[in-house]
């Protein structure tokens, strides 16, 4: 009986939880808008690298430099950041940012923690279910962002999500995710073109249930770009050319994910975008 009564729970509050929107959209084959989130961000300093550097200023770093190596070689894509300063953004606004630009790539960027100080890597998260006790972890750390926020227990954006409570992020992991396919695709191109290129080892893609990702209406992932509480992924994430180097490999996912999806794009419409970049391109001259 109490399985029955906890399933039928589950069911109830996973058809009255508020949802992303518009839920009915069609994934777009042109990458146009790319939306940059720096994770944490004033009085949430996120995870502590041993008292030398906070996640939320390893996060802004990469996530400046990513938008500039955006802008500067792909001048048909919009970049947009939740933050550019240490400021903190509430985990509901991030993804509305996205959502209300419809935005067609959504990025969240993030350091890792762990009380065993040997875990070190990158890991790559799309939405789904926690497969792992690990993964179940990571995402409870970075939902528990929320306590930062005065009303989360009564804003209906969380649908009185608990991020302590083992049962909240069962619930929360069963939401659907309509672009799955493509938040894994471009998941495995950020940590194939990242391990390349870094000193940073790859854990992988993996799948979890984060608050930053659950309303998004477009793909998009969560970027554990090492962890701080390892010495040498500390080392590295902490210089100006670690961080670019993160940055760079995360920008190369990006270019062969929008090259890539963009080959599927009828004839036409890629005439159509070829003369509109000409045509920024003599405006500019």
């Given at each position: 009986m109490r399985r029955i009564a906890f399933g039928l729970l589950l069911l109830l509050l996973i058809t009255t939880l508020p949802s992303g929107k518009p839920v009915n959209r069609v994934p777009g084959k042109q990458v146009k808008t790319i939306v940059i989130d720096p994770g944490h961000g004033g009085l949430d300093p996120g995870c502590n690298g041993a008292n030398e550097i906070w996640e939320k200023a390893v996060t802004l770093a990469v996530s400046l430099k990513l938008g500039k190596m955006i802008e500067d070689s792909l001048q048909d894509v919009q970049v947009v950041f939740t933050r550019k300063t240490d400021k903190f953004v509430e985990l509901w606004e991030r993804p509305n940012m996205a959502n209300k630009i419809k935005a067609d790539l959504f990025v969240s960027i993030h350091c890792n923690s762990n009380v065993n100080t040997s875990a070190?890597?990158?890991e790559t998260y799309f939405m789904g279910l926690h497969k792992t006790q690990g993964n179940l972890d990571v995402a409870k750390r970075e939902n528990s962002a929320i306590k930062f926020e005065s009303n989360y227990k009564t804003n209906e954006r969380y649908g009185g999500f608990d991020?302590?409570?083992p049962e909240?992020?069962?619930i929360f992991s069963l939401v659907q995710n309509a672009f799955l396919q493509q938040s894994l695709k471009f998941s495995t191109l950020v940590e194939s073109h990242t391990h390349k290129i870094s000193k940073i080892k790859s854990r992988g893609v993996k799948q979890a249930g984060f608050l930053v990702l659950w309303q998004?209406?477009?793909p998009s992932v969560l970027v554990e770009i090492g962890f701080l509480t390892n010495q040498s992924d500390r080392s590295f994430l902490k210089t100006e050319e670690g961080?670019?180097?993160?940055?760079?490999?995360?920008f190369r996912a990006v270019r062969q994910y929008k090259r890539e999806l963009e080959k599927a794009t009828p004839a036409k419409n890629q005439e159509e975008k070829s003369a509109q970049v000409r045509d920024s391109g003599d405006m500019r001259r």
């Open positions: 070190a890597g990158s991020p302590n409570s909240g992020h069962i998004t209406a477009m961080q670019r180097t993160i940055a760079k490999g995360i």
